[in-house]
T-cell receptor, first 115, second 115 residues
Framework: AQSVAQPEDQVNVAEGNPLTVKCTYSVSGNPYLFWYVQYPNRGLQFLLKYITGDNLVKGSYGFEAEFNKSQTSFHLKKPSALVSDSALYFCAVRDVSSNTGKLIFGQGTTLQVKP | GAVVSQHPSRVICKSGTSVKIECRSLDFQATTMFWYRQFPKQSLMLMATSNEGSKATYEQGVEKDKFLINHASLTLSTLTVTSAHPEDSSFYIC???????????FGDGTRLSIL
């Protein structure tokens, strides 16, 4: 069965420090992976995607993610966190059984960046 | 680019009322739109997938007669919650995509409160 796991409910970092939000996936075949961010009472904003190619994907707002096939992981990273990065982050994988682009989401990780 | 507008942002109404939520892709034509429901501090639950000119595909456990979806054009999908009851209170979010391998772009959600 396909799935996405975000093992941490919350990640706390100090402003200026690097941050990592973890994501692992289980899918048959090549994965199509996405990261989204959600601010309170808002929809999700697309950050980045991995389809194929370089394992290090760069996205919006200085975020990047590293695809690791052997570890089936797609961790989100940023070299220097900002207080404004505090939000709810979702990792998602495309449902390979669907031809519509349906996504399977992780449970979300709350990132708290403290000044 | 890739802006999705969702309206209204908040609805408060009495039990038994039907509520219509609109989802528009403003600067692109969406081959597919999705409707999600999100409970507090939880991930997104896909309710249905909608393609222009065809019947929506509902996820298991979602009542299609309760949650009516119309996808009239490549830029507009609507979700009507019929005869809403307090248990239908939730945050409803739509998304739109230009293709099965492209990111989904999300509206800002509708907070529905049924009294």
């Amino acid at each position: 069965a396909q799935s996405v796991a975000q093992p941490e409910d919350q990640v706390n970092v100090a402003e200026g420090n690097p941050l990592t939000v973890k994501c692992t996936y289980s899918v048959s075949g090549n994965p199509y992976l996405f990261w989204y961010v959600q601010y309170p009472n808002r929809g999700l904003q697309f950050l980045l995607k991995y389809i194929t190619g370089d394992n290090l994907v760069k996205g919006s707002y200085g975020f990047e993610a590293e695809f690791n096939k052997s570890q089936t992981s797609f961790h989100l990273k940023k070299p220097s966190a900002l207080v404004s990065d505090s939000a709810l982050y979702f990792c998602a994988v495309r449902d390979v059984s669907s031809n519509t682009g349906k996504l399977i989401f992780g449970q979300g990780t709350t990132l708290q960046v403290k000044p | 680019g890739a802006v999705v507008s969702q309206h209204p942002s908040r609805v408060i109404c009495k039990s038994g009322t039907s509520v219509k939520i609109e989802c528009r892709s403003l600067d692109f034509q969406a081959t597919t739109m999705f409707w999600y429901r999100q409970f507090p501090k939880q991930s997104l639950m896909l309710m249905a997938t909608s393609n222009e000119g065809s019947k929506a595909t509902y996820e298991q456990g979602v009542e299609k007669d309760k949650f009516l979806i119309n996808h009239a054009s490549l830029t507009l999908s609507t979700l009507t919650v019929t005869s809403a009851h307090p248990e239908d209170s939730s945050f409803y979010i739509c998304s739109a995509t230009t293709g099965a391998y492209q990111p989904q772009h999300f509206g800002d959600g509708t907070r529905l409160s049924i009294l």
